[in-house]
């Protein structure tokens, strides 16, 4: 099921939970920069707004859109905090593998609701990132905006040649007929 083509993402930044800074927790500016890693082509990035709450437990729910090349194997979204010095901290990085949205028996454009460990500079856990990650595909991007969204539609592969291509299945309840 996997394309040789490059793909579009998009991944809301949600929300992240205890992120912290030489073990102090961060009181404000946090924000979050999501990329390909890509060993093939240059990736694109996109990143969100500094947190507005100023709390260790920022919220974003903010749309990014990133293109990821083919070959990719990893999203990294990486946690930083913007400083009034020329560079911004980084709190952590969690790296996500290609796997966890793509291939498998999910459909095309299916929203996937994801958690991830970050890791600090020195490799220590270092707070949560909550994400939603989509492929968007042609079909999705001329989709209307809307309220009214399209379903898509969750195929179950089949043997063609043994089956017949059809796939039927009912569930069945029976209640328990014994009786004492």
């Known amino acids: 099921m996997a394309n040789t083509h490059d793909r579009s993402l998009e991944v809301t930044v949600i929300s992240g939970e205890d992120l912290r ?4 927790p961060i ?3 946090a924000f979050v920069t999501v990329k390909a890693d890509s060993c093939c082509s240059p990736s694109s990035h996109d990143s969100t ?11 974003w729910n903010e749309k990014l859109h990133v293109e990821l090349p083919a070959g990719s194997r990893y999203v990294v979204a990486e946690v930083r905090r913007r400083s009034s010095s020329a560079e911004d901290s980084l709190v952590g ?5 290609v796997s966890d949205f793509i291939g498998g028996y999910t459909p095309e454009n299916y929203l996937h609701f994801l958690s991830y460990r970050l890791k600090d500079a020195k ?4 707070g949560i990132i909550n994400i939603s990650v989509r492929v968007v595909t042609s079909s999705y991007k001329g989709a209307s905006s809307s309220s009214s969204t399209s379903v898509p539609e969750f195929r179950i592969p089949v043997d063609q040649e043994k089956s017949g291509g059809t796939v039927t299945g009912v569930p069945v309840w029976y209640p ?5």
Do not use: F, H, M, V
């Not at 490799?123 to 270092?126: E, T």
């Open 21 to 24: 800074i030489n073990n102090r």
């Open 123 to 126: 490799g220590l856990r270092n």
């Open 49 to 59: 707004k500094p947190d507005a709450r100023g709390e260790s437990y920022p919220y």
């Open 93 to 97: 990085t969690a790296r996500i593998p």
């Open 27 to 29: 009181k404000n500016n």
């Open 176 to 180: 328990n007929q014994c009786k004492s």
